[in-house]
């Protein structure tokens, strides 16, 4: 069956610090794969896309990786900060649809 | 500049009613979805419209509708509520994929339905 799976349920840092979160997929082949951040009650709001055939995408702090083969993302956040506190989900289209199926997320919390 | 719009931003219902959700995507965004996250979850996708037609089928209960309109607005239906339906629904929007095929979702800030 479909599963996306991310390294844990929370994870804490201390500031200054890289954070590396993880998502795994099984029986998906995505042309690209999403990370979003949600902060609490809020909608999840974009931050990357890297595509099937890119191995690595950065922007300011964030740096994702995606392995085809080993079926996983990597998401970066280097010199984490309290503000980065938050759940980040990734994302993937399903194999039948359009439709976007998201990863339970990880709560990261950054302590000061 | 404009994001996505949910209505209404909170609703509590009793058991079996009806409730209503709107969302008006950003402008010129022709597709819709909707996402229903219950507490400690990741959202769970619904359904979705292109053009005003429905485009993919998640895991909605035969109890919810849903449709887009004329002017791109979507709106989800809910008949029958059950406790298990209070959630956190979201809507989100993306740009055509003629003009970037990046796929990135807009969400809204959702609407909480709390059945009592």
């Known amino acids: 069956s479909q599963k996306i799976e991310q390294n844990s349920e929370a994870l804490n840092i201390q500031e200054g610090k890289t954070a590396t979160l993880t998502c795994n997929y099984t029986n998906y082949s995505p042309a690209y794969l999403q990370w979003y951040r949600q902060d609490p009650g809020r909608g999840p709001v974009f931050l990357l896309l890297i595509r099937e055939n890119e191995k690595e995408k950065r922007k300011e702090r964030l740096k994702v990786t995606f392995d085809t083969t080993l079926k996983q993302s990597l998401f970066h956040i280097t010199a984490s900060q309290p503000a980065d506190s938050a759940t980040y989900l990734c994302?993937?289209?399903?194999?039948?649809?359009?439709?976007?199926?998201f990863g339970p997320g990880t709560r990261l919390s950054v302590l000061p | 500049a404009a994001g996505v719009i949910q209505s209404p931003r909170h609703l509590i219902k009793e058991k079996r009613e009806t409730a209503t959700l709107k969302c008006y995507p950003i402008?010129?965004?022709?597709?819709v979805y909707w996402y229903q996250q219950g507490p400690g979850q990741d959202p769970q996708f619904l359904i979705s419209?292109?053009?005003?037609?429905?485009?993919d089928k998640g895991s909605i209960p035969d109890r919810f509708s849903a449709q887009q309109f004329s002017d791109y607005h979507s709106e989800l239906n809910m008949s029958s509520l059950e406790l298990g339906d209070s959630a956190l629904y979201f809507c989100?929007?993306?740009?055509?994929?003629?003009?970037?095929?990046?796929?990135?979702?807009?969400f809204g800030e959702g609407s909480r339905l709390t059945v009592l």
């Open positions: 402008p010129r965004h022709d597709t």
């Open positions: 994302a993937l289209v399903s194999n039948y649809g359009q439709n976007f199926v």
């Open positions: 989100a929007s993306s740009v055509p994929r003629v003009i970037a095929n990046t796929g990135e979702l807009f």
């Open positions: 419209f292109y053009e005003k037609m429905q485009s």
